[in-house]
């Protein structure tokens, strides 16, 4: 990895860490104190630490052992993440469920507002935007995030959307006979905007379309393309209308949240580029759909 990719690369990790901190922040401080449970893979772990606490009588004062049953959880998953995902993906999800497990821990759990339907919305936004910047960083949560993406490569009509609907149908089914019936309704409301804040941030399912006019034929820019984004290119020759100067065309299908980086390494080869950005195609076919 050159230089200038690892600054890159360190620099959303960076921003993933912050993430993180906010998810913690939506957890603890709106959804534990309202005794809601979050979807997916912790809210499984939520009702582990409940069942432990209520069942089982361990007292852990105000520290939240659900990060780490949810980390602890992960341990399969990350090995999965560096088998059939890369050694990138697997660094960088180890360092966001780490520092997500931290926080978890350590940020206090204090009760901020008294009213049930604010905590929902507000611990919704708050955690959903957190874990909406790391999918947009091309990192991960765990938990059913990778598990997600890999039913989507194994069948194209599996999503990650489908994979949390599945787990916290169920999950909600169990906590209508373990918890009271208004418990599981906040708790369906806060998964609903936490969902809703993870889509409006994350722009993965936004596919566009690149057009790169160049009157450079550089072999290292469609190198860099495709080694540094992982995207095919397609190339043909040009010629200008007006000036009838040769140029070459190179296309390239990808997610949104990519373009900054295209642009980034289509200009650090060719300054005077031309870029054309088309958004919200429907792609069929063999397309890497990345988290």
Same mark, same amino acid.
């Given at each position: 990895?050159?230089?200038?990719?690892?600054?890159?690369?360190?620099?959303?990790?960076?921003?993933?860490?912050?993430?993180?901190?906010?998810?913690?922040?939506?957890?603890?401080?709106?959804?534990?104190?309202?005794?809601?449970?979050?979807?997916?893979?912790?809210?499984?772990?939520?009702?582990?630490?409940?069942?432990?606490?209520?069942?089982?009588?361990?007292?852990?004062?105000? =520290? #939240? &052992?659900?990060?780490?049953? @949810?980390?602890? *959880?992960?341990?399969?998953?990350?090995?999965? /993440?560096?088998? +059939?995902?890369?050694?990138?993906?697997?660094?960088?999800?180890?360092?966001?469920?780490?520092?997500?497990?931290?926080?978890?821990?350590?940020?206090?759990?204090?009760?901020?507002?008294?009213?049930?339907?604010?905590?929902?919305?507000?611990?919704?936004?708050?955690?959903?935007?957190?874990?909406?910047?790391?999918?947009?960083?091309?990192?991960?949560?765990?938990?059913?995030?990778?598990?997600?993406?890999?039913?989507?490569?194994?069948?194209?009509?599996?999503?990650?959307?489908?994979?949390?609907?599945?787990?916290?149908?169920?999950?909600?089914?169990?906590?209508?006979?373990? =918890? #009271? &019936?208004?418990?599981?309704? @906040?708790?369906? *409301?806060?998964?609903?905007?936490?969902?809703? /804040?993870?889509? +409006?941030?994350?722009?993965?399912?936004?596919?566009?379309?690149?057009?790169?006019?160049?009157?450079?034929?550089?072999?290292?820019?469609?190198?860099?393309?495709?080694?540094?984004?992982?995207?095919?290119?397609?190339?043909?020759?040009?010629?200008?209308?007006?000036?009838?100067?040769?140029?070459?065309?190179?296309?390239?299908?990808?997610?949104?949240?990519?373009?900054?980086?295209?642009?980034?390494?289509?200009?650090?080869?060719?300054?005077?580029?031309?870029?054309?950005?088309?958004?919200?195609?429907?792609?069929?076919?063999?397309?890497?759909?990345?988290?």
């Amino acid at each position: 990895m050159s230089r200038e990719n690892m600054v890159y690369e360190g620099k959303r990790t960076l921003v993933c860490i912050m993430a993180t901190l906010m998810y913690a922040v939506g957890l603890n401080l709106f959804v534990v104190p309202a005794n809601l449970y979050s979807g997916g893979l912790m809210g499984i772990c939520q009702v582990i630490r409940t069942l432990l606490v209520e069942y089982l009588h361990m007292n852990f004062q105000s =520290f #939240d &052992i659900a990060g780490i049953i @949810y980390y602890i *959880i992960n341990v399969p998953i990350f090995i999965i /993440a560096f088998t +059939k995902m890369g050694r990138k993906f697997f660094a960088k999800t180890l360092i966001t469920v780490t520092t997500m497990t931290v926080f978890l821990s350590v940020v206090p759990i204090v009760q901020v507002v008294e009213d049930t339907v604010a905590a929902c919305v507000v611990g919704g936004i708050i955690s959903g935007a957190g874990i909406g910047i790391i999918l947009r960083m091309a990192s991960s949560g765990g938990g059913l995030d990778v598990v997600g993406v890999l039913l989507t490569r194994w069948k194209r009509d599996f999503s990650v959307g489908k994979v949390y609907l599945l787990v916290n149908l169920s999950l909600y089914a169990v906590c209508l006979f373990l =918890f #009271d &019936i208004e418990i599981v309704v @906040y708790s369906v *409301i806060f998964a609903a905007v936490h969902s809703l /804040a993870i889509d +409006k941030v994350h722009i993965q399912n936004i596919n566009v379309e690149a057009n790169i006019i160049t009157k450079s034929n550089n072999v290292n820019l469609e190198r860099a393309i495709m080694e540094e984004l992982n995207r095919g290119v397609t190339k043909w020759s040009t010629l200008g209308a007006y000036t009838y100067e040769q140029s070459h065309m190179l296309y390239i299908t990808l997610s949104k949240y990519e373009v900054s980086r295209l642009k980034a390494v289509v200009h650090k080869y060719d300054p005077s580029a031309f870029i054309v950005i088309n958004e919200g195609v429907t792609v069929d076919g063999n397309f890497l759909k990345k988290l």
